[in-house]
């Protein structure tokens, strides 16, 4: 079980300035799907506190329902607001994929709703911002951009931190462990079925392809390329609507650690890696379905030789509830009756 230490007091004076807006724009009030795209909740049960959590790092110990959650990994932010949490967030830098403030694009219009704070801008890990914050729950990631992991020591020191994993686990999965951490149980599970019942019916508009599918990450040349793995939840949620998909063999895999989601190969070696006879572009746009079927390289797939390439969209590079329907979507526009 992780201690904390006293929070630094002479900063307790700035601490409204950022979590203000979150507290009241993210509360307790859950918002109609409808108007705000979260799906409607019951609400949150207080439960019994403190609770212990187990996490990526052990376990954590929250004291209380925790009222100012900051999110210093954007990949969880979008779970976090499915689940109706009061949350600040890290920002990215603004790009083709983000709102003004670095907000992703699939969840931005619903974090402007509730009036979510940008904690620090650029993914620049800022401890006096945090400090200001003054949460009562910091969320960090084990991996990705977003990760600020080489500062859990400093974060764990002032405040309860929980540590996640998102790319080994679903979407759902991650926001049944957000859910016990917030006390908003009832509101992940609200979410997940609403997000269950919403592929459920996408199941039945699709006429899944012979061969099979592959799902790539396509790169272009002088970059590596990648290929779903099953364990992945590009897979799984592909693997909900009724597709057949092709894992990349592990014996190409170019990547120094190993990772539950993609497998990373050489563009040489990509027509190698992709066994599906029909295959899904991530993050991918008609202008990327072009230049995959125009790379020579490629020129024998038989996913390219059917025509068979479709683009996931330039959201599809993380699944939360919000890039998820969108996702499934894409796949019934391409698959559909």
């Not at 790379?295 to 996931?312: C, G, M, T």
Request: charged fraction near 20%; hydrophobic fraction near 40%; include cysteine.
């Amino acid at each position: 079980m992780r201690a904390l230490s006293t929070r630094l007091i002479t900063t307790l004076i700035a601490a409204a300035a950022v979590m203000t807006a979150c507290s009241t724009g993210a509360g307790s009030a859950q918002p109609d799907a409808a108007e705000s795209g979260t799906p409607a909740a019951a609400s949150g049960d207080l439960g019994t506190w403190p609770r212990a959590i187990a996490d990526e790092q052990g376990e954590v110990t929250i004291d209380a329902k925790p009222e100012r959650i900051v999110s210093t990994s954007l990949s969880v932010t979008g779970t976090l607001l499915a689940i109706g949490a009061p949350v600040a967030s890290a920002a990215t830098s603004v790009s083709d994929i983000t709102d003004d403030k670095g907000f992703f694009s699939q969840w931005a219009d619903v974090a402007d709703e509730k009036g979510v704070e940008v904690l620090y801008p650029d993914l620049e890990f800022d401890m006096e911002a945090l400090i200001a914050a003054d949460p009562d729950l910091v969320v960090v990631s084990t991996s990705g951009a977003d990760s600020v992991l080489d500062h859990y020591d400093e974060i764990a020191a002032e405040f309860p931190t929980i540590v996640v994993d998102y790319s080994k686990q679903t979407w759902q999965d991650l926001a049944t462990q957000l859910g016990e951490a917030t006390g908003l149980e009832g509101e992940a599970q609200a979410s997940i079925a609403d997000f269950d019942d919403y592929a459920a019916t996408a199941a039945q508009r699709i006429t899944a392809p012979e061969g099979g599918v592959s799902i790539v990450s396509y790169n272009g040349p002088g970059s590596d390329q990648g290929v779903a793995k099953l364990t992945g939840p590009h897979a799984q949620l592909m693997e909900s609507l009724g597709l057949d998909v092709v894992e990349g063999p592990e014996d190409l895999d170019t990547s120094e650690q190993s990772r539950s989601d993609f497998i990373f190969v050489t563009l040489e070696n990509l027509s190698k890696a992709v066994g599906g006879e029909t295959v899904f572009l991530l993050t991918g746009t008609e202008e990327t379905v072009s230049a995959f079927a125009s790379d020579s390289v490629l020129a024998n797939l038989p996913a390219v030789q059917k025509d068979q390439v479709y683009p996931l969209g330039p959201t599809s590079f993380r699944i939360d509830y919000y890039s998820g329907k969108q996702l499934v979507d894409a796949v019934v526009d391409a698959l559909g009756a």
